[in-house]
């Protein structure tokens, strides 16, 4: 069996894998027992499985755990805390931007990746970077909304 | 301190997800619990009140990402005298809280919560009367205030713990306690932060799909690709490559389990089977002739004024129109999860069913238990907005359970939530109505024709025991589908009628407002039509037939909320505005819809814009109401525009969200939504109203852009474009 090392939310973690093809999903939530990242579609479609390498956000689904090695994940536990938490999850608190909230860890990681490039996005460039993740309980509004928060540009 | 910190700190402190949770002889051991009552009919089984000053509420409601969580101890907390944050909440569970019912027909606060605040409300007067007998002051000079009881005027109080016992009340619901006058609610009516919402924008909170119990294997269903057919071989062999990989086959029931649970995702892949017939009576483009042809078991005469025949005979201006609403899905962000651990004579299951008291008995009989052997533990799942598939998953998880000996989680895919969960079923409403010389409506009659819900029927049959041919009760259930044909309007000849057909050829269930949103499509669009026959502005016509003050303070402020401009006749330019109104159920929550669309050339239309005026009585958590409120309007412009379950004559196909497109970021409008708070007045459910005016408001701005009425949902851009190409609607 093959075990692969992967940094994620900066420390080292190695993992044991049988199936190189598995995705990383798997591994995250139940190797590393990390559970933020949602299975949603396992086809690249909800962005509720989203997770950040070197910054920019990857579904997680999609793609087999042996693509990672030497790469930095960060999950939305790596992102901050209740008791510290990022920018982005501040203002989805702040927003009340869930409802079910099973879509939120795609919201939040691509939102605070928006951020890393964009820092002060205004609502349509977060709609557009947002236009691939789904809402089934239509939060969308307030969604934008704390993005837009996040940035601390007016919406 | 709230049942999602202490998930968290338990969390923190093991740093695993490993929950156990004892099965009912062991809570017995833990004394205070022992005596915990369930029966809905006492006070004790709604609340109890903690030597440490905090109280903890019991609910057989869940909240489903609606913010009951936050509503219910706000209810609590103003109705006993304590602050929120002494409020602890356990819910669905089984063993610990009454049977209030199912967690459906937006009914979580208008009896869930009135239950919850009598419950309290009878705590109070039993507190006051201990305090008075303690204090020696007349019961009428108290009152219960942060935690105890003491004089209204000032001075030295006692607190709720020196006044109550281990033993807990022991007292009935006192239908007849008074509860607190509104214009006191210090809680009630105002925003309280929802508890969950912290640990879940930070991925702390565990789901159902986050949950493991110790020694659990990860279990997957195979279901054949043509409905209902039956299995006739499976080789095993084909994942002897799978370390741990075990087949679970019971009847026409097939499923792998594995440790890992990558390991069994690629068993149920890998596994081949034979199966054979099954098939479905029609395919989803032959669904409406379907639905029309089907033989009619009954027709039932639900409203009735005046002479509609005769009235209809004689008046001079006549119109009718047919309406479709197609079959559609649940379509939950996450797909389905649930764990079950069977043992020999118990059971324990962990679901996020809405109606988790109802599903342990349907549980228990399809497991042959006594019902006081199972327990069901309720955790959040994907929003389910209805009955989804969290059900089918924990009767899968069970079966297995059953046949390996250990507990089993069961993940369903995207393909079987999207091909496997009950659907709201296909729906035909048929308008006719007719206008007297000087444009007044003398006369009205819609007929829908819809599948009958089998009288009585406890839960929906669930697909492992079919498969497994376990006991369960048959039939159908779909929610009130026939609820909202009845115009909200002064008619004097009216006849609402509903042809009952048998069956509908996919599994049905209630999804969000059942049959309302089409309904109210076909009875709003009418409303229209009959204003521009009547030449008159849609919404003074609205007005003219509307006698609840209600109702036309919804409609009159959200036209001025809006920016209504009058018009009669449709602006043809590519640009529309439409109107919807509806007093859900007939007699609940008045929701009154605008909405702005904008129709390209393509066929595509966009809604640019939204004005909702929503008036649910009194109002316990307004972000909580205004946020389904958002949910209500934007879920359903997706479900009116893109919305439609296809299937050929084998199964679904619509299995993912590129088949099933729903509302995306791109496609969200302005919204401007006003909430009229009644604190007099009954709450009413917030879950479900908004939806029903939205497919109208949006049919007659497309008619006020286009000139086209659209009469079948849902409005695509290729069914838009080709009525606007065959009545050679042309602009820009
Ligand atoms: S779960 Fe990965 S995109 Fe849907
Ligand atoms: S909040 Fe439920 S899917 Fe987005």
Known sequence: MASITLT???????????????????????????????????????????????????????????????????????????????????????????????????????????????????????????????????????IVAAVVKAGGARG | MNMHTSRRNFLKSTGALFIAIPFASHVKAQGRIAAKTVDPAQVDAYLALNADGTATIYSGKVDLGTGLRAAFPQIAAEELGLPIN???????????????????????????????????????????????????????????????????????????????????????LDAKAPVRDPKTHQIVGKHVPRPDIPAKATGRFVYMHDLEVPGMLHG??????????????????????????????????????????????????????????????????????????????????????????????????????????????????????????????????????????????????????????????????????????????????????????????????????????????????????????????????????????????????????????????????????SSGGKPPYDVPNLLVEVHWLEDTPLRPSHLRAPGKIGNCLAVETFMDELALAAGKDPVEFRLAYMSDPRGREAVERVAKLFNWDKRVEPRRNGKGRGIGYTQYKGDETYVAIAMEVDVSADGRIRVTRVAATHDCGQIISPDGVRSQVEGCILQTIGRTLFEEVKFDRNHVTSRDWASYPILTFPDLPEMKIELIDRPNEPPRGAGEAATAPVAAALANAVFDATGIRLRTVPFTAARMKSAMAESGVKFG
Not at chain 1, 9 to 35: C, F, H, M, Q, W
Not at chain 2, 352 to 371: E, I, V
Request: aromatic residues 4%; charged residues 25%; positive net charge.
């Open chain 2, 220 to 481: 997957r269903t195979i279901r054949p690709d043509v409905i209902g057919a039956e299995l006739v071989s499976v080789d095993e062999s084909s994942i002897a490559s799978i370390p741990g990989a075990k087949v679970v086959r019971l009847k026409n029931f097939l499923g792998v389990v594995a440790p890992d649970e990558w390991d069994a995702v690629r068993a149920a892949k890998m596994l081949k089977a034979e199966w054979k017939g099954g098939g479905l009576p029609t395919d989803s483009t032959g669904l409406r002739d379907y639905v029309k042809a089907q033989k009619i078991s009954s027709t039932e005469a639900l409203d009735k004024a005046g002479d509609f025949a005769a009235a209809y005979a004689s008046a001079p201006k006549k119109l009718s129109g047919e309406f479709y609403w197609p079959a559609q899905s649940h379509a939950s962000m996450g797909p389905s999860c649930a764990i079950a651990d069977v043992k020999e004579g118990e059971a324990t299951i962990w679901c996020s069913s809405q109606g988790t008291h109802r599903y342990a008995k349907h549980f228990a009989t399809m497991l042959d238990l006594p019902a006081n052997r199972l327990r069901v533990h309720y955790l959040d799942g994907a929003g389910c907005y209805g009955m989804n598939g969290h059900e089918d998953a924990a009767a899968d998880a069970a079966f297995m359970s059953k046949a390996v000996g250990k507990p089993v989680r069961v993940q369903w895919s995207r393909e079987d939530e999207h091909a496997l969960d009950p659907k709201g079923p296909a729906q035909v409403i048929t308008q006719e109505a007719a206008l007297s010389a000087d444009g007044k409506i003398v006369a009205w009659h819609t007929t829908m024709r819809c599948p009958k819900p089998t009288a009585n029927l406890p839960t929906i049959p669930l697909l492992a025991p079919v498969e497994v041919d376990a006991k369960q009760v048959k039939g159908i259930a779909t929610g009130s589908l």
């Open chain 1, 8 to 142: 994620v939310n900066g420390s080292a973690r190695t993992i044991d894998v049988r199936d190189p093809e598995k995705p990383l999903l798997y591994a995250i939530r139940n190797d590393l027992g990390l559970k933020g990242a949602k299975y949603g579609c396992g086809l690249g479609q909800c962005g509720s499985c989203t997770i950040l390498v070197d910054g920019e956000p990857v579904r997680s689904c999609t793609v087999p755990v042996s693509a990672f090695a030497g790469k930095k994940i960060t999950t939305i536990e790596g992102l901050g805390s209740p008791e510290k938490p990022h920018k982005v999850q501040a203002a989805f608190i702040a927003e009340q931007a869930a409802q079910c909230g099973y879509c939120t860890n795609g919201m939040v990681m691509t939102g605070a990746a928006l951020l890393e490039k964009n820092p002060k996005p205004t609502a349509a460039q977060v709609k557009d970077a947002l236009a691939q993740n789904l809402c089934r309980c239509g939060t969308h509004e307030r």
């Open chain 2, 86 to 172: 002494k409020i602890k909440l356990i819910e669905g569970d089984t063993l610990l809280t009454p049977d209030q019912g199912s967690t459906s027909g937006s009914n979580g606060i208008p009896k869930g919560g009135m239950q919850l605040r009598q419950a309290a409300a009878t705590a109070r007067q039993a507190l006051i009367k201990l305090a008075s007998e303690k204090l020696g002051k007349p019961a009428s000079e108290l009152d219960a205030i942060n935690g105890e009881v003491r004089p209204k005027a000032g001075g030295a109080g006692v607190s709720f713990a020196n006044l109550i016992t281990d033993k807990g009340f022991e007292l009935k």
